[in-house]
């Protein structure tokens, strides 16, 4: 299979919530031209990204909302249970941490790390906070396959690379800095105040 682009990636997890409405609505067969509409893009784009995977669908007819539906899940991986390791106990950990979204799409959260001793301790569904300087120790002995880093842009860094020692090799970040990781480590930003601002211009304009 020749490199997916994260753009690619990014299409079919459109493509897998809108395919999810689809059927809630009842609906069974799904067009290209359809799917595009719903997904502010072309046509074209929408066969390209598939062709990628394989061959769906059924000339005339469309896709099978259901079959294309399970064969997204497939390809991204979401018919796996993905366990999360989170670092930051404030407002955002807390609320990443309580979203019914990740356990819907098989991410569940098995570790919380923090280093506020009130915090230390506390117990989130089943979930026991622990400190951060217990993190390492922890994870090489009850390891993760993602950890969400929600701490203050400061210790980001130093968290990432515990991460990185510890062998985790999907980081999603929250922090709003700049982060670097060694090859064969997936880091992903998600930085809350750029599409704040990017939202700002435009309607500034």
């Excluded at 502010?40 to 294309?68: C, H, M, P, W």
């Excluded at 609320?95 to 009130?118: C, E, N, P």
């Excluded at 390891?143 to 130093?158: H, K, L, R, S």
Aim: charged fraction near 20%; charge should be neutral.
């Amino acid at each position: 299979m020749e490199k997916i682009s994260e753009f690619t990636v990014r299409r079919l997890s459109n493509y897998y919530r809108i395919l999810l409405d689809l059927e809630k609505r009842g609906t069974t067969t799904v067009s290209s031209h359809r799917l595009a509409e719903l997904g502010g893009i072309t046509s074209a784009q929408v066969r390209k990204d598939l062709s990628y995977f394989g061959n769906f669908g059924t000339r005339g007819l469309g896709y099978s909302v259901s079959e294309l539906k399970a064969q997204i899940v497939q390809i991204l991986g979401l018919d796996h249970k993905w366990n999360l390791a989170l670092f930051g106990a404030g407002s955002l950990g807390h609320a990443l941490f309580f979203h019914q979204g990740f356990r819907d799409d098989g991410f569940y959260f098995k570790h919380v790390f923090d280093v506020d001793g009130s915090k230390v301790g506390q117990k989130w569904n089943d979930v026991i906070i622990t400190h951060q300087r217990l993190a390492e120790e922890t994870l090489r002995r009850d390891p993760v396959n993602i950890a969400v880093v929600a701490t203050p842009p400061e210790a980001a860094a130093d968290v990432v690379a515990l991460l990185v020692r510890s062998g985790i090799k999907g980081i999603l970040n929250f922090a709003p800095t700049q982060l670097t990781v060694p090859d064969g480590v997936w880091l992903r930003n998600v930085n809350l105040a750029v599409a704040l601002e990017s939202l700002s211009f435009y309607l500034s304009m």
